[in-house]
């Protein structure tokens, strides 16, 4: 079936045949000539002329019968289309944009151009802009995190196959590859000695290089930064300046020829000085923070809080302090025994638990090694690499195998060596000059502690009595009842021992405002002196525990004395403040008759206090 418009175009052109059969049929030249100018019309003016002379009407008509499938697809694109039978005109939209009254006054500006809007577009913004720096993290992890970053926004700027960036060490004459941003999983991440290739020229020279075209055979040789050839073909690299010394290296290369230029490498100094600012902030940030933890391991050692008990406690003191002022892998504090007059190994802290190493209580050989000779001199000894060094650390017997470098500082006061600090790090040549001097000044006080300390400990040995109770001290205690445990099994009479414990009890300032053992201690020991004689020994073994020992009494009168001893003390209220609150104690007997091993009597003593202290306190057991 045909359509109105081929019906036409049939019956026109079926006229054409019929003129042309007109010469065929005539000889006479005149009807030739006319049936050829009738032709001539019908093709020329009825067919190809006939749209610029259609009317309105059958404009309209033509339209309508135009095929939804031919529809014009810019139509809101602003465009002004021309539809013929078969083809379409597409011209610039003619019609000219102006702003009416309302638009200016509602202050809107209308949108010209559709455009897709995603509709999570606000929520991914915000989770890249607003990406929270991880708190876990180091202070160098903080700027790897950074740089990471940073190398992805340049990557991405740049559209390259990778962003890296190098530190250039030029003590070493290395480059240390730090981060990079790149398509795949084929760079190697090592160290780099400075040869030939791009990387080290840049480094040497402080020049930045551009390579716009660079072969497959070269690749090889140029880019050293790869596990094996990946059809680079243009690299850019430009030196990174801190503090007017070459730092480090940004690079950036690309599958594509000629796809970095001049332009590129201004643009990288930009960032280059970025990044330089971020390592400034950086180490002052770290500088800062790390001085204050130092202050602070300083300040704590010689706070009025720390009183140092025993020798232990000062040597985790000193072990707490050495952690932030120095790197190391390996602590080792030697410490000199006034009483055997003998330096040894008090403490060892090692990081690198499956290394061995030396052990506490290691006697110090002070003839051929190197603490004996830090020790000898007064003078720190430094060593920046072991393995060429054949003289041992502590001992002549040791066995260690670790390479790597080794500091030994004496502590020395009044032309006296009270120990060594003796730092290891598996990294050779890791401590300078400036470190000994700046470690020095920081521990100049610490020969002074240890004098204190030693000091103390010797003349607590020389006292017999405790000074805050006016009781015999544990050492002074034992021998005693070591004395009266051999008198009473020559003459067969009953003995008893007491160990006293001062229950727990809440300590917390908040609570009562001050520390109330100083004078909880006082009230106890007050109650234990009043119900004791002279033919009682009274001592304090511990910080808590207080002893008694009885000579000729019997179990049973020990056990009621125990009774009254507890019913006083819980029944005393002390004055901690402006509170008044009361305290209990638990006390363990232990039977001594006819037993002259001191150490056995102490055990069982120690097994009823024991007991009571299971029942919850407060109590007094019988053994």
């Not at 390579?211 to 497959?216: A, G, K, P, R, V």
């Not at 050293?224 to 050839?229: D, F, H, K, S």
């Not at 072990?319 to 504090?333: C, G, H, K, P, Y």
């Not at 910080?543 to 819980?570: C, H, P, Q, T």
Request: aromatic share 10%.
């Amino acid at each position: 079936m045909l359509d109105k418009r081929n019906k036409k175009r049939l019956l026109i052109f079926i006229l054409i045949p019929l003129l042309c059969v007109v010469p065929i049929v005539t000889d006479d030249l005149v009807l030739e000539i006319i049936s050829a100018l009738i032709i001539i019309i019908y093709v020329g003016f009825i067919i190809f002329l006939r749209d610029s002379i259609r009317t309105p009407e059958l404009a309209k008509i033509e339209e309508d019968e135009v095929s939804p499938q031919i529809q014009d697809p810019y139509s809101n694109a602003g465009h002004d289309v021309d539809v013929n039978e078969d083809f379409k005109i597409i011209s610039p939209n003619t019609k000219i944009e102006i702003l009416r009254e309302d638009e200016l006054s509602n202050n809107v500006i209308p949108n010209r151009k559709n455009y897709f809007k995603p509709p999570d577009l606000k929520e991914k913004y915000e989770n890249i802009a607003n990406e929270k720096l991880p708190t876990e993290i180091s202070n160098n992890e903080h700027f790897s995190f950074i740089l990471t970053r940073m190398l992805n926004a340049i990557k991405d700027s740049f559209i390259s196959h990778n962003a890296l960036f190098f530190w250039y060490k030029s003590s070493d004459q290395k480059l240390i590859l730090e981060q990079f941003a790149a398509c795949g999983d084929k760079i190697s991440q090592q160290r780099f000695q400075l040869e030939d290739d791009v990387l080290s020229k840049i480094a040497k020279n402080g020049e930045p290089e551009l390579l716009t075209n660079i072969s497959s055979a070269a690749e090889k040789d140029v880019i050293r930064y790869y596990v094996a050839p990946q059809s680079i073909k243009s690299f850019v690299g430009v030196p990174l300046y801190y503090d007017n010394k070459i730092y480090g290296v940004l690079a950036l290369d690309s599958l594509s020829p000629d796809c970095f230029g001049l332009e590129t490498v201004y643009t990288l100094g930009k960032f280059v000085r970025i990044i330089s600012i971020i390592i400034t902030l950086f180490e002052e940030k770290v500088i800062e923070n790390q001085s204050q933890s130092r202050l602070n391991a300083l300040l704590n050692i010689i706070s009025a809080e720390n009183k140092f008990e025993t020798e232990s406690d000062l040597f985790q003191a000193i072990e707490n302090a050495v952690n932030v002022l120095l790197s190391w892998d390996i602590f080792t504090f030697v410490f000199y025994n006034f009483h055997e007059q003998k330096f040894y190994v008090a403490k060892v802290q090692n990081k690198t638990s499956s290394l061995k190493y030396v052990g506490e209580n290691l006697l110090i050989d002070l003839n051929g090694t190197i603490v004996g000779k830090a020790i000898v001199t007064g003078m720190p000894v430094n060593i920046d690499d072991l393995s060429k060094v054949e003289i041992p650390r502590f001992s002549i017997n040791e066995n260690i195998t670790i390479d790597g470098s080794f500091l030994a500082l004496p502590l020395t006061y009044d032309n006296q060596n009270y120990g060594v600090l003796c730092f290891e790090n598996l990294k050779k040549k890791k401590y300078s000059d400036a470190d000994i001097d700046f470690l020095k000044r920081a521990t100049k006080m610490f020969p002074f502690i240890l004098y204190s300390t030693s000091n103390n400990s010797m003349l607590k040995s020389l006292v017999t009595t405790d000074l805050d109770t006016k009781f015999l001290n544990s050492k002074t205690f034992i021998k005693a009842i070591e004395s009266e445990l051999y008198k009473a099994s020559k003459v067969e009479v009953p003995t008893a021992l007491l160990l006293i414990q001062i229950d727990d009890f809440l300590e917390e300032s908040s609570l009562f405002e001050s520390d109330p053992f100083p004078k909880v201690l006082k009230s106890i020991a007050s109650s234990i002196r009043d119900e004791t004689n002279i033919s009682n020994i009274v001592g304090r073994l511990s910080n808590r525990v207080f002893g008694v020992f009885f000579f000729n009494v019997s179990s049973k009168d020990v056990f009621l004395w125990a009774e009254k001893l507890r019913l006083a003390i819980a029944r005393k209220p002390v004055a901690v403040i402006s509170k008044q609150t009361t305290f209990t104690v638990s006390i363990g007997i232990a039977n001594s008759t006819n037993k002259t091993e001191v150490e056995e009597v102490i055990y069982n003593a120690e097994l009823a206090l024991k007991k009571a202290l299971e029942k919850g306190g407060n109590s007094v057991k019988n053994l």
